[in-house]
């Protein structure tokens, strides 16, 4: 298993409300040896991203064909085009708003850098009034800007988070994309299952989609709860949320299936 970082840990000891944890976590030696910009956990949020709506887009699609009752071909003719074509579009939307949001503060940051380069003094005076609104004064004032615009890096870091409201993000945006697709397939496929395993039993055929049903909602309830990974809030009305959400979309889609049958 893997160490804990340091803010790992605050994380863990702030949800266990370990005060004594807590300052541990925040000794001179503990912040020395650490990184300040961890990117702990980067990708489970693309991976319950994609999770979520592989399930509960291709669940969709398998009520809707139950609904309207179609033969096991199609549903899973129609499963596996939703699973492979949205988990695409899915893996490069990601990946294109991820690379698109990285340019965006790379092109900032450099303008940042010019402003620094060709005309300090307005960017000096930036500094002054952002730290001037966080309650700074007089001298204080002037020795945080001193301080601050003695470092070019860091100088340009404080304009980027407080002027710009820009924080860079330790991601690749190949990878978001990859994770999102992945999760896509692997939890997506959850709903199909059962009617791959129909065609080597006629009795698992007949109860095909009630056996969808139990695995898919089980699904929906760990994928869902899974996300207090990324918001850390309690997993289980996260699971029940998901749960619900999934379950709504299987009820519409059913429906009409069931309203058009008579199309099909």
Known sequence: MAKKTRVEKARTAYDSKDVEATKKSH???????????EATGSYVGDFVYGAID???????????????ALSVNIVIILGLA???????????GNYLSSKSDKEY????????????????????????????????????????????TSNKEVWVDTMMKNELNLIEQNTSPV?????????????????????FLSFSSEAVKQIAYPFSIVMTFIAFFFI??????????????????TLLVGGAAAIIAYAIGYFLRGLA
């Open 224 to 241: 869902g709860s899974a996300k207090v990974f990324v918001t850390k809030k309690n997993w289980l009305i996260s699971g029940l949320e």
């Open 175 to 195: 990878k978001k994309g990859a994770v999102t697709f992945i999760s896509f397939l692997l939890v997506g496929s959850i709903p199909l299952i059962p009617y």
């Open 27 to 37: 000794t001179k030696k503990a912040i020395k040896g650490s990184e300040h910009h």
């Open 82 to 92: 939703n699973l492979l074509a949205d988990g695409f579009s899915m893996a490069v």
């Open 105 to 148: 503060i790379q092109k900032e940051r450099k303008r940042e850098e010019w402003e620094i380069e060709h005309y300090p003094k307005g960017e000096v005076e930036e500094i002054r009034q952002i730290y001037r609104e966080k309650g700074f004064k007089g001298k204080d004032l002037e020795g945080a800007v001193k301080i601050i």
């Open 54 to 68: 592989g399930s509960v887009t291709t669940f969709a699609v398998v009520s809707g064909v139950a609904g309207a």
